[in-house]
Nanobody
Framework: VQLQASGGGLVQTGGSLRLSCTAS????????MGWFRQAPGKEREFVAA????????YYAASVEGRFTIARDNAKNTVYLQMNSLKPEDTAIYYC????????????????WGQGTLVTVSS
């Protein structure tokens, strides 16, 4: 599976962005999908995840209530809607697929995209 993240950019504090992650090579409809981010000088961290049918979602406490993860299996695409953005949300955002069982919020996903940069100005 190849994952291509897009939609990053420069936005002011309080603004919104929607990231997309489109898969190729095979369908992702059976995979848990996740978004992670890595800020300069920091470790990569979990942001959000969604089960194969969208029935359950998971969020880091720092983005709960501001970010929404969604998926369209027909389009082989996962989205991350980011609202009320803050400067501390500045990071490279990565999408990932197929975590180990019970490890949805860890870095153990099997497939990773190349990342898209989100910069939030104050």
């Amino acid at each position: 599976v190849q994952l291509q993240a897009s939609g990053g950019g420069l936005v002011q504090t309080g603004g919104s962005l929607r990231l997309s992650c489109t898969a190729s090579g095979r369908t992702i409809s059976s995979y848990v999908m996740g978004w992670f981010r890595q800020a300069p000088g920091k470790e990569r961290e979990f942001v959000a995840a969604i089960t194969w049918n969208g029935g359950r979602t998971y969020y880091a406490a720092s983005v709960e209530g501001r970010f929404t993860i969604a998926r369209d299996n027909a389009k082989n695409t996962v989205y991350l809607q980011m609202n009320s953005l803050k400067p501390e949300d500045t990071a490279i955002y990565y999408c990932a697929a197929d975590p180990p069982t019970g490890a949805t919020m860890t870095l153990g996903y099997k497939y990773w995209g190349q990342g898209t940069l989100v910069t939030v100005s104050s």
